[in-house]
Each structure stands twice: as structure tokens, then as C-alpha cells.
């Protein structure tokens, strides 16, 4: 059931809304990241697209009540739509025949050795046309969706050409025009080495910041560059460049950093004033230090390392130092086959050891200001966009508590109502 309100929905008798208390900052810090507001027997009153009051339910002002389109919100748990800062999602096929190799003992250097990894999706990708891309992407949006997902940032990176570079992002310039997601596309040129450039690395960075860059910025096909910084992929010095020229053409900085070696992805993060440096499993403590110092949104994916077998990033001691912790799933056809940022959150607080306050904050404000929309999304509070989750459980912290279960009755998406109960 879906309907647009002519004048003012109201969702009542809510069990309790809860929401990271922002106080007008962009993201929270540190143990701040634990400053929950909660609300029992609340109420949200949404003008259009927009939140315009929240507060109990007894409090309601009498003005709203005249015109408005009323929604029953009892046994439910609101909270901010969830935004998922670090997803892949846009590929040609999925590849379960290397999750039964990892399964039987092969590491996921060992399948990348033999033609599988990236450049297997690449191969794909290359292969898929635009509207066979489009199609499956919108079907994973209707159920990121269905999961609370209200954003979604998604990275170019299969196509390592000029070409599939930009048709990928073509298609997530269509998706993100079709879809009631919001989208926020990332170009990843640098993801991997092309195969054809095996031999001769450098013309494909060459390729990358004369013509790919400078293509993508021209064309406003997004506002963000990210490279892959890893052993077998980019070294850091090529990394630096990569992100230079993109600022140089307008791009905020993000990097896959110190994943699966502590090569120094982090330190240049600091240095290029990312807006967020991903990973992270092996983030030096150096490194820690100058991201408290610093607004470097520190990207938590424990997916990846569930599903690889891998360290977990070290999100305890980013929080404790006082840096600015976001999560995301990372959801991508190789190193998490998942886009349930619930199911992030049970890990965060298992793996790594982060409270549940601290998981919600990192997958809604703080995940929303590593996409620089911080001002309209991530929290529930007047004038934002009305981006709320409600779930039939009974209070926030049941959330990651009790996994592996879709608790999400009904997502307000823009002041649309999708309700699945
Ligand atoms: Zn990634």
C-alpha cells in the first residue's frame, strides 16, 4: 500500500521513536556517538516530504489534527531511515561458484589468482547492458528498501574502461530517477587494475585522471572519487594522485583504506581531507589518533570481514579515541552478498564491540554525513527529509539483539507511506 498525503500525515501512538541527537552538528564524535533520544508513545507529524513536529502523543497541537491523513503507528519502533554509505551494488552477475571455493578452502587472494575477484564482475559488468543493469539494481533497491534503507551510496568500479565507467554510473543516474531511494553515486574508476593494463599500470592511472576524471566531473555524474588502496590494486602513491585530480575537478575524496594490509590508505585519507576512509581492519594507530583529530569519517564494514573470515576494523578503539565512526553493509557480489545494515548492526556490537546507540548513529547521522547530507537525512528532527523506519519490536535496542530477522513493518520514504505489515 502506497499513498501520497494531500496535507499532513501523522503517524500516532508510535511505542517509541528514538533518534541521534544532533544538536545542529553534521555527525557525532566519539562516546557521543551514544546520545540517543528517545521518545515513548510518541508522534510525527510530516508536511509533505518533510518532518515538522515530533513529541508524545498527548502533546500533539490541535492545528494538526484538522486535515491530515492519520496512520497508526501502535507496537512500532521509529527510527532514522537507515543510510548505507558504502555499497557495490550496481554488477553483472553474482558469483556463489567462488563463495563454494572460499567455502572448501580458497582465499580470496587465491580465486582473484585465477581470473575471479573484481575482474570477474568486471567481466560480467562489461557484458550486461544498461537496461539489464537497471532492472536488477531496482529489484535490490525494492528490498534494501523493505530492510529500512532509505539512502544508498553506489560506487561505479566494474567497468574500468571509459566506457563501462560511465555506463555504470549512467545507470545509476536512471535508477536514482526511477527509485524512491535516495542515491548517491561514487565514481571508482581505481577500483582495480583493468586485466588489459596488467603490463603497464600506469597509462590506466593516466587513463583515469586525464580522461575518466575529468569526463565524470564535467558531466556531474557525481560528486565523489574513491580508489581502492591495497596491495595488487593501487600503491599509495598512485592513490594520492587519483584523489588529487578529483578534488582538483570538484570531488570529494573517499578511500577503500588498510583492508587487507596496513599500507597507509588511512594517513592519506587525513592528509586529502577525505570525507571518509573505508575499512579499515588494519588502520594503524598512528592513524587512530589523527582521525579523532580530524573529520574523517572512519567507515565501519564488518560484513566484509564476517563473510571473508577476516580481522575486524578496530571501531572500539576509533569511538574511544574520539574519531567519527559510520557503517555500512559494503554490499557487493564477492565480499558481502548482504544489504541489511540491521544486520550490520548485530555484527558491530558482536565483532567490535560498539553499543547499540553507537551502531544506530554510525548507520544513520554519521553514515549521512560521510555523503554530505547530513542537513537532510540521518536523523529525525524538524525540517528534515521524512525518512523514518518503523519496526514491530519493543524498543531500539531490540534491534541488533535479535538478528536475522526482518523486523521493519513500514518505512516512511519522503513522506511516502510503503507498509508491510
Ligand atoms: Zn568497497
Known amino acids: 500500500m502506497t499513498h501520497k498525503n494531500p496535507t499532513y500525515t501523522i503517524v500516532q501512538n508510535i511505542r517509541q521513536l528514538a533518534t541521534p541527537v544532533t544538536n ?3 555527525f557525532l564524535r566519539g562516546r557521543k556517538m551514544r546520545n540517543m533520544e528517545t521518545v515513548d508513545n510518541a508522534a510525527v507529524v510530516i508536511n509533505s516530504d518533510t518532518i515538522e513536529w ?8 490541535d492545528q494538526y489534527s484538522g486535515n491530515a491523513n492519520i496512520i497508526d503507528g501502535s507496537g512500532l519502533v521509529a527510527l532514522p531511515g537507515f543510510v548505507d554509505m558504502h ?5 553483472g552477475a553474482t558469483r556463489e561458484e567462488e563463495f563454494a571455493m572460499r567455502c572448501s578452502g580458497a582465499t580470496y587472494q587465491e580465486i582473484a589468482a585465477k581470473g575471479g575477484g573484481i575482474n570477474n564482475t568486471v567481466r560480467s559488468t562489461r557484458e550486461a547492458d544498461k537496461s539489464k543493469l537497471r532492472k536488477q539494481t531496482m529489484r535490490f533497491l525494492d528490498r534494501m528498501i523493505r530492510h529500512g534503507t532509505t539512502t544508498v551510496e553506489i560506487k561505479s568500479g566494474y567497468g574500468l574502461s571509459e566506457n563501462d565507467e560511465v555506463k555504470m554510473l549512467d545507470v545509476i543516474k536512471m535508477v536514482k530517477e526511477d527509485h524512491l531511494i535516495n542515491i548517491v553515486p561514487t565514481f571508482l574508476g581505481a577500483h582495480a587494475i583493468p586485466p588489459e593494463y596488467k603490463e603497464h599500470r600506469e597509462e590506466y592511472v593516466e587513463l583515469v585522471c586525464k580522461k575518466m576524471i ?17 596491495n595488487g590494486f593501487f600503491t599509495l602513491e598512485e592513490s594520492r594522485r587519483i584523489l588529487q585530480t578529483g578534488i582538483e575537478y570538484g570531488l570529494s575524496p573517499k578511500i577503500h583504506a588498510d583492508e587487507l594490509s596496513p599500507l597507509g590508505g588511512s594517513e592519506l585519507a587525513v592528509e586529502v581531507n577525505a570525507v571518509s576512509a573505508d575499512h579499515l581492519e588494519h588502520i594503524s594507530d598512528k592513524a587512530i589518533e589523527m582521525f579523532a583529530k580530524s573529520d574523517v569519517i572512519a567507515g565501519m564494514l564488518p ?3 564476517f563473510y571473508l573470515g577476516h580481522d575486524y576494523a578496530p ?7 574520539g574519531a567519527v565512526v559510520a557503517l555500512a553493509t559494503d554490499f557487493n557480489p564477492g565480499s558481502c552478498v548482504s544489504y541489511s545494515v540491521p544486520l550490520m548492526m548485530t555484527m558491530a556490537c558482536t565483532q567490535m564491540k560498539m553499543t547499540p546507540e553507537e551502531t544506530l548513529t554510525a548507520a544513520t547521522i554519521n553514515a549521512a554525513a560521510s555523503l554530505n547530507i547530513a542537513d537532510k537525512v540521518g536523523s529525525i528532527e524538524k525540517g528534515k527529509q521524512a525518512d523514518i523506519v518503523f519496526l514491530q519490536m519493543p524498543n531500539y535496542m531490540y534491534l541488533p539483539y535479535h538478528f536475522g530477522e526482518n523486523h521493519v513493518a513500514a518505512v516512511m520514504k519522503s513522506g511516502t507511506w510503503l507498509e508491510y505489515r
Open 87 to 91: 555499497t557495490h551494488m550496481v554488477f
Open 54 to 61: 515530533i513529541g508524545k502523543d498527548a502533546d500533539l497541537p
Open 214 to 230: 575529468p569526463y565524470v566531473a564535467r558531466k556531474k555524474l557525481t560528486g565523489f572519487c574513491d580508489v581502492f588502496c591495497e
Open 315 to 321: 571501531a572500539r578503539k576509533l569511538i574511544d579515541s
Open 303 to 305: 560484513g566484509v570481514s
Open 24 to 26: 545542529g552538528k553534521p
